[in-house]
């Protein structure tokens, strides 16, 4: 290669490693596929994207989206068995993506028993006393809320994850009645 060549991949290629000319041109790709985030700590990886193109090609295949219509039916049959453990109805939301549930301790617990209540649990349930009893009880692991824009003691159940009879777990395992 031209010493311009080599001078512009030392520079491009250099943060990962002292000698850019042992790098070899997969982990380029990767690199390449990840300089979104500095090279290491996210974007998708060469295999990963193969892995979607796939998907893509799979998904163009399926003209009559039977494949979707199935997984979206699976996704909802798990939030609806989470909720039916709650005894709440669902919120139909059209601009949800149905991937994940955000349980928000505040609106079941109004929702359940009232004003008075959500604000007593509010008060007294924090955000890390919801997810441990969750976790303690099912050995299912949620994430806050917060990345959901909410403040208040929540957890975030992705519903692509576990099987319906989990969620139903995460559903029970919720307090009620002030447990």
Known sequence: ????TKAALDRRYGSLLPDVSSLKFIDRLVADSRTVALNHTAGLSTPQQVQMVLFSLF???????????????????RESALYRELSIAVTDNPNSVDYYT????????????????????KEKFST?????????????????????????????ASLANLNEFEYAAIGRSLPRDGR
């Open 1 to 4: 290669m031209p010493k311009a």
């Open 59 to 77: 998904a163009l295949m399926d003209e009559n989206d039977v494949y979707k219509s199935t997984l979206k039916k699976v996704i909802r049959n």
């Open 102 to 121: 955000l349980l928000d301790l505040e609106d079941i617990s109004l929702k359940l028993y009232g004003a008075d209540f959500a604000k007593w649990v």
């Open 128 to 156: 890390n006393e919801l997810l441990f009893r969750i976790a303690d009880e099912t050995g299912i692991v949620l994430l806050p809320g917060r990345g959901f824009g909410t403040q208040q003691p929540a957890g975030r």
